[in-house]
């Protein structure tokens, strides 16, 4: 049943163009090294949507800050998860990604003057962080994507890649499908860049939009032999809306309580006093989360089940002046006034810390020319994130990939192939396009986003991981027997049926490394472990084959080792 309708070739192809795969695609392109780009949405429809702020550049503002600085507070804040050798990496080159920006013409705030402004965020030993009003992320995104149609990079829309093609652990292209019309891609390419995000979907609520960050960038990667590594690292914002539904798991900013929003209980009880007296809300982040779901497990969140973030004491100038997003996010989605009335949220399953195995230096996999960047690939965070390290992230190791994959295929003196993998590719996507069974597929992915809601939420237990596992092996069992419709909206069922796929792949790797991390430590809550276990001080690196082993974390050079301390909370957000 083969509809192949499109034969391609290239030397880079680029899954993905969100910031760290458009920035990948760029340096490739820059290099005079054929690239491809491929998308599952619209070419111009790709978020990094990262509103805080854009971490790096130090000695701008503060001339005593260094990148060993930044280094050594992205290590302390990783709760020493974070690879030392990727936290250098990204810290020593932030300069190089800043202005990279400013040929791309970003400038980003500028207050009053040619320097670019940085605020002070918590954990961060120094003001680094600069920005671009409430909309860093977007703007970075925006920048990449003129540049890229500068370069003319061609940016396939509408494909969805169901199978990274291999033959002898090589890479050499990629099979898929077009939502729209069901036609078939195979990508030819010598080397394959990754960028598809994380796997935060897979909750009830999330900051996600819907059918992204499924996973599938965990199941692509394992499918053609790389491993995961901390899949359980999974911060959640403690600030996501509970309705409308279509919205749920949608941010308040952080700014929200930098600001002086305060959070109550349904009894009015303002709860961070029995968590974090000293700090209250602007404790971290994953304390808060914590809290939050802590009232709401033990009944005193909402009818809804959340809790109350109130700005009603605040002015309105401050809250239109400080906080016009929020406000207006609000009136938008509820017909809230937040002058007025209170917000209902939750926990949310935020940003994935977790992901593919990479090497530091170039962020390659165990498979031969296959690079994986971005929410994708593991190594910077740890068991916290360093607020303004993701968006630094993607244009340091979006270069970096993006070179080591152009010289990679220029060393190549013969291209892999294999008929078979690609056959295997089609059959794959046939034997789904013909499944006829009487299990629902979106039903399917609503039990695995309820079983890990209920069970590996923001707080676990060694009895709610072990049923979480065993309703994974249910919804399994079931899809043996699904049903895929083709109508004439497209072929998205069919897209679903894979994301199902991903969806019980990135559930399992969750639950069985978080079932084998016996501590808490950072986002990782264990009310049946509730101290940091040193042991434990270890990255989870999983795969099917294999299940769950332990790799030690490589040591921190001693210059660096020197300048980890606790920061001061003054003033400022602890991310």
Known sequence: MSSLGHQLATSVLVVGTGGSGLRAAIEVAETGVAVIAVIQRAADDARTVASGGISGAPGVTEPADTWEQHAADTLQESHLLADPRTAQVVARYAAQGFHDLACYGRRFDRPGGDRVAQRHFG????????????????????????????????????????????SDGTVFGAYGFDLVDGSRYLVHADAVILATGGHTRIW?????????????????????????????????????????????????SEAARGEGGTLLNNLGERFMTRYDPERMELSSRDRVARAAYTEIKEGRGTQAGGVWLDLSHLSHETVMTRLPRVHQTLLELQMLDVTRDPIEVAPAAHHS??????????????????????????????????????????????????????????????????PAAVRAAEADVNRLLTADGDQNVRALQRSVRHLMTEHAGVVRDEAGLTAGLAGLDEIEARMADVG?????????????????????????????????????????????????????????????????????????????????RDVSADGKLLE
């Open 123 to 166: 954990a961060h030993a120094y003001r680094r962080t600069a920005f671009a009003g409430e909309y860093t992320g977007l703007d970075v995104q925006q920048a990449l994507r003129e540049r890229a149609h500068q370069l003319g990079i061609p940016v396939l829309p509408s494909v969805y890649v169901t199978q990274l093609l291999v």
């Open 204 to 252: 009830r609520r999330t900051s996600s939009r819907r059918d992204e960050n499924t996973g599938d960038s965990l199941r692509l990667a394992v499918e053609a032999g790389a491993r995961l590594r901390d899949p359980e690292l999974v911060q959640f914002h403690p600030f996501g809306l509970i309705k409308p539904e279509s919205a749920a798991g949608t941010l308040v």
């Open 484 to 564: 895929v419709h083709i109508d004439i909206g497209g072929f998205q069922d069919l897209a679903y049926a894979f994301d199902l796929r991903s969806n019980v792949l990135a559930a399992r790797a969750t639950l069985e490394c978080a079932l084998e991390r016996r501590e808490t430590r950072g986002c990782h809550n264990r009310s049946d472990y509730p101290d940091l276990d040193p042991d434990l001080k270890v990255n989870l690196v999983w795969s099917p084959e294999t299940g769950v082993r332990r790799e030690s974390v490589p040591p921190i050079p001693t210059d660096i080792a020197e300048l980890i």
């Open 353 to 418: 810390m977790g992901g593919v195995w990479v090497r530091p230096e170039d962020h390659s996999t165990d498979v031969n020319g296959l690079y994986v960047i971005g929410e994708a690939a593991s190594g910077l965070h740890g068991a916290n994130r360093l607020e303004g390290n993701s968006l630094i992230e993607l244009l340091v190791y979006g270069r970096i990939a993006g070179r080591a994959a152009a010289e990679y295929s220029a060393r190549l003196t013969d291209q892999q192939r294999s």
